[in-house]
């Protein structure tokens, strides 16, 4: 038998059981892509993440990221919720922010006091979303034409398509058809008239095995570069999200120089041992 020292940390949340939990296995080089795979469908949490040495010089470690459907090559919950249980164990970085290696190359995340924040990478896929899938979304979403204010990719590594909507309350009303969604991934965003948020995020994930994710750092990113970048969105802003799930994430987006940040609070709610059969 094989032990790795393992955390469970609650993301985007200040207090635990509010956020995103992400499962976090310690020093798992030893591990197969298999018992990797087999791990994150047991826990059958929307990310479960396995630490490594890196491969690169310029890196402070290596995160590998799996859905219970398979592996991500970037998730922005399980960046900061792996950093945060790293740094806890006592991880140390090279530099003044710490950099993940990860499927989607090297990610910078910066310290804030008790907030992490990491750097969007690049946009996989962004521009225009072809009617006709924007037709299948619609109708999946119970949404009349219409209520789309604007829609784009967002593809960071899940596969996002955004979508604005008129408000909050049109964000939280939307019941979606799982069957009808199929393996498509969608993001949808409104504005919050007040409150401690400015926009009201929802992610629908069927395809990973999670229909609906409760705090979703890359869709944020993605929706950041978009919004931001597109100038509807202000330099600076919280997202919330989980709502409809009894979650209170709070996720803060801005722009520094050129870059997009997503950041928000993490919390440890469970550290322990974590026993694997060879």
Known sequence: MSEFAFRQVDVFSADSLLGNPVAVVHGADALTDAQMAQFARWTNLSETTFLLKPTVESADYRLRIFTPAGELPFAGHPTLGSCHAWLEAGGRSRGE?????????????????????????????????????????????????????????????????????????????????????????????????????????????????????????????????????????????VAAQGTVLGRMGRVTVWREGGDIWVGGHSVTCIVGRLTLQP
């Open 97 to 237: 922010r710490v950099v993940q290696e990860c499927g989607a190359g090297l990610v910078s995340v910066r310290r804030d006091g008790e907030v992490l924040a990491f750097s969007a990478p690049a946009l996989r896929r962004s521009g225009a979303v072809d009617p006709a899938v924007l037709w299948r979304i619609a109708a999946a979403l119970g949404l009349e034409e219409g209520e789309i204010r604007a829609s784009n990719w967002v593809d960071n590594g899940p596969g996002f398509v955004g979508l604005l909507l008129s408000s909050r309350e049109r964000v939280l009303s939307v019941v979606p058809d799982y069957g009808a969604l199929g393996d498509m991934q969608v993001g949808l965003i409104g504005p919050w008239e007040d409150g401690d948020a400015q926009y009201e995020v929802r992610a629908f994930v069927p395809g990973e095995g999670i229909p609906e994710d409760p705090v979703t750092g890359s869709l944020n990113a993605g929706l950041g570069q978009w919004l931001i970048g597109a100038g509807i969105a202000p330099e600076r802003y």
